[in-house]
């Protein structure tokens, strides 16, 4: 089976510009999450969907967009990109709801964005 | 505020040795607790997790964890470690959403990462 797939593997962005990236989680996943880990840290948790409704967000700008498909896949979206943005951009999905919170999260290989 | 902990930036450790990486946390109620591993330029790879029961809970790979609730640290270990395991370990917490009120997203807090480097 597919695990997490994510695209593109790597992105190079002036300052200003709007980038998209894209998700798609292991079959029969409904819920989606896209972490951000700069270099040196821990990923930082920036949304949640399910059923293709934003379940939570985490501590950024409104610069940062998401959402889910009908299919579940996911879009985030960074408009007015900052240096500051530059990271490795994590997708996670897990099979259950929200509410179910013992299910382990399968991360994707991530995006590599770098801001120029 | 709800944070884990991962005191040490590396843990260097003699292929062979047993090898512990720490783990603290800081959230309210009882959390759900997750090890992952990071290879380079990967995402990062399910261990093991606590969610309840037995304190001890095998893994992946042949790593364990413990769970200690007084001490609130899950700390992951490994009888024998090997060169391959060099890389990069994250613990992580789901907080428990409260008896009342709104609902918990399942979202994951990470600690800062602790590189392990195994040498022959």
């Known amino acids: 089976d597919a695990g997490v797939t994510q695209s593109p593997t790597h992105l190079i962005k002036t300052r200003g510009q709007h980038v998209t990236l894209r998700c798609s989680p292991i079959s029969g996943h409904k819920s989606v999450s896209w972490y951000q880990q700069v270099l040196g840290q821990g990923p930082q948790f920036i949304f949640q969907y399910y059923e293709k409704e934003e379940r939570g967000r985490g501590n950024f700008p409104d610069r940062f967009s998401a959402r889910q498909f009908p299919n579940y896949s996911s879009e985030l979206n960074v408009n007015a990109l900052l240096l500051g943005d530059s990271a490795l951009y994590l997708c996670?999905?897990?099979?259950?709801?929200?509410?179910?919170?013992?299910?382990?999260?399968?991360f994707g290989q991530g995006t590599r964005l770098t801001v120029v | 505020a709800q944070s884990v902990a991962q005191p040490e930036d590396q843990v260097n450790v003699a292929e062979g040795n047993p090898l512990t990486v720490k783990c603290t946390y800081s959230v309210s109620g009882n959390p759900y607790l997750f090890w992952y591993v990071q290879y380079p330029n990967r995402g990062l790879q399910f261990l093991l997790k606590?969610?309840?029961?037995?304190?001890l809970v095998k893994g992946s790979y042949g790593f364990e964890a413990e769970f200690n609730k007084s001490q609130t640290s899950f700390h992951l270990k490994k009888p024998s470690a090997l060169v391959s395991d060099s890389a990069l370990y994250f613990c992580a917490v789901t907080p428990l959403p409260p008896p009342h009120g709104s609902s918990n997203t399942g979202k994951l807090i990470f600690g800062q990462g602790t590189t392990l480097q195994v040498k022959p």
């Open positions: 996670a999905s897990r099979v259950a709801p929200p509410g179910s919170l013992n299910r382990e999260a399968f």
């Open positions: 606590y969610i309840t029961g037995d304190n």
